[in-house]
């Protein structure tokens, strides 16, 4: 952030030092050691309301944008829901080759018990 932007920001919202601190609660002093640059690290939040106060957008001043971040996200989210897709796909197989295995497994416990002279019960 330059305090150029600043002061360019507040020609524009054509607003005085005072009526800054007025408005954003931040000492008078201290809006114009920021932004005659006096001041090395403003904290956050004295930046926002400066900002605020002045009708700014943050996102404006830093040159932050929004437009290919959501083509990004799109992709993400479409790379995500075909992995989750995939998983489940994988999931319900193996929960089918478990009922297949189980049925098997009864199926042969069934059969021994119904011939007792074959297999593990003997009768």
């Known amino acids: 952030m330059n305090t150029n932007d600043l002061k360019k920001l ?19 002093s201290t809006i114009s050691r920021i932004l ?6 403003p904290s956050f ?11 700014g957008s943050l996102d404006k001043l830093t040159d932050i944008t929004t437009g290919s ?3 990004d996200l799109a992709s993400l ?4 829901e075909k992995i989750v897709s995939e998983k489940n ?4 197989m193996l929960i089918t ?9 009864i199926f042969i416990i069934l059969l021994d018990a119904a ?9």
């Open 10 to 28: 507040k020609v524009e919202s054509k607003l005085t030092t005072k009526q800054i601190s007025d408005l954003s609660g931040i000492p008078e």
């Open 36 to 41: 005659s640059g006096q001041t090395d690290n």
């Open 45 to 55: 939040d004295t930046i926002c309301a400066i900002v605020k106060a002045m009708g």
């Open 69 to 71: 971040d959501s083509k």
């Open 77 to 80: 989210v479409a790379l995500y």
């Open 89 to 92: 796909r994988y999931i319900k």
């Open 97 to 105: 080759i478990c009922c297949v295995l189980v049925a098997v497994l």
């Open 115 to 123: 011939n007792g002279t074959i297999g593990f019960v003997r009768y």
